[in-house]
Structure formats: structure tokens, C-alpha cells
T-cell receptor
Framework: GQNIDQPTEMTATEGAIVQINCTYQ??????LFWYQQHAGEAPTFLSY????GLEEKGRFSSFLSRSKGYSYLLLKELQMKDSASYLC???????????FGKGTMLLVSP | DTAVSQTPKYLVTQMGNDKSIKCEQN?????MYWYKQDSKKFLKIMFS???????INETVPNRFSPKSPDKAHLNLHINSLELGDSAVYFC???????????????FGPGTRLTVL
């Protein structure tokens, strides 16, 4: 089975940097995804890590440590529009689906 | 536009009714999914189809019956609706190959189902 943990809520101010952590315990591992979901909308893909290390994509970066079962999503130069839920999802090997964490609701204030 | 689309966007119905939600993707993907997102925003897989064949069924009551007429469409039929079925249902698609690279899932806009 899969167990994925992330904080329920976080707050930050515009222009700041925030790190959203995700820990997982899984019976197999074939990659970790981060999705962003604004209220009332579909989840949209942000990043994917399958090897250890940092993946950078503009203001967003994601880090993975497979030995520690740990990932984080780093958001820089926060904007009001970054207020959303951030979902960590793990994929097992073979034909399988994503198992999502319960999401971290990020509120960015002026 | 290339996308995953779902109809209807909102569905309000009485307990005991039967309803269907339709999903179409024009991304050329071979795998489609149904997810349920409950009131606590927890997103959980229900079904996965690859090339019209069911490959994942995650302990969903048999009142829920997916149907894939072709690999671009995956519909969800729900019989005898219950209050607990109220949720947002998301369709998604990806291009998968057994043992191949893992590809991103793209989500439809969701169908908000309210059972009264």
C-alpha cells in the first residue's frame, strides 16, 4: 500500500518563498508528482521527480530523496495566484495509477 | 482545443436515481481514469482503462460502472445514487506503456455531483 503525508495548510506572504513537504511510504516507487489545484478547478501538473535531486521549473522547484521517502515543492516569489491546494502523488511500478496525498492548502496574503 | 472534457459540469439529482457522466480526450492518450474528490478534497482513484480495457478497479461499489466505447472516451454510469456519492468526479488521461516511461496525467474540469 501507499501512505502519503503532507501538511494540511500553510500561509505565506506575497514575494516570499515557501516549501511544502511530502513524505511517503510505498510498496514500490516509480515517480512522484506535484499538482496544483485552484478551488473549483482541475488539478494541473507542476512537476515530476523519479531520480534523487532537484528539478527546477521557473519559480517552482521540486526535490526528491528516495532513500528518505521525502519530497518538497519550493515556490519562490510568491504571487496571490499561487493560493491553491498542492497535491503530492506517488506512482508505483507497472501499470498503476497515482496515489494522492490529501493536499496542502496554501494561502498567500498581501 | 486539445483537452480532457467532461459533461455535465454540474449534476443535481435525487437519491435512488441513475445518472451518467461522460469524458472525452483528444490528446491521443491510451489510458483514461476516473477519480473521486470528496468534501475534504481527497482525490482517490476509482478506475483505470487502457485501450478500452479495465486495468484498475479500486474497491468501488458495483453501482458504479465505467464504459469505454473507444480509447478516447470513458463514461461513468452510477446506479441507485446515494447521499455519499456526492463529490466531484474527475476524468484524466495519460499515455502509458507497460515498462515504459511514466507520463503525466491530464485532468478534465470535473463534474460536481450532488445527491439530495
Amino acid at each position: 500500500g501507499q501512505n502519503i503525508d503532507q501538511p494540511t495548510e500553510m500561509t505565506a506572504t506575497e514575494g516570499a518563498i515557501v516549501q511544502i513537504n511530502c513524505t511517503y511510504q510505498t510498496s514500490g516507487f516509480n515517480g512522484l508528482f506535484w499538482y496544483q489545484q485552484h478551488a473549483g478547478e482541475a488539478p494541473t501538473f507542476l512537476s515530476y521527480n523519479v531520480l534523487d535531486g532537484l528539478e527546477e521549473k521557473g519559480r517552482f522547484s521540486s526535490f526528491l530523496s528516495r532513500s528518505k521517502g521525502y519530497s518538497y515543492l519550493l515556490l519562490k516569489e510568491l504571487q496571490m495566484k499561487d493560493s491553491a491546494s498542492y497535491l503530492c502523488a506517488v506512482r508505483a511500478p507497472g501499470y498503476s495509477t497515482l496515489t494522492f496525498g490529501k493536499g496542502t492548502m496554501l494561502l498567500v496574503s498581501p | 482545443d486539445t483537452a480532457v472534457s467532461q459533461t455535465p459540469k454540474y449534476l443535481v439529482t435525487q437519491m435512488g436515481n441513475d445518472k451518467s457522466i461522460k469524458c472525452e480526450q483528444n490528446l491521443g492518450h491510451d489510458t483514461m481514469y476516473w477519480y473521486k474528490q470528496d468534501s475534504k478534497k481527497f482525490l482517490k482513484i476509482m478506475f483505470s482503462y487502457n485501450n478500452k480495457e479495465l486495468i484498475i478497479n479500486e474497491t468501488v461499489p458495483n453501482r458504479f460502472s465505467p464504459k469505454s466505447p473507444d480509447k478516447a472516451h470513458l463514461n461513468l454510469h452510477i446506479n441507485s445514487l446515494e447521499l455519499g456519492d456526492s463529490a466531484v468526479y474527475f476524468c484524466a488521461s495519460s499515455q502509458e506503456r507497460w515498462g515504459g516511461p511514466v507520463n503525466t496525467q491530464y485532468f478534465g474540469p470535473g463534474t460536481r455531483l450532488t445527491v439530495l
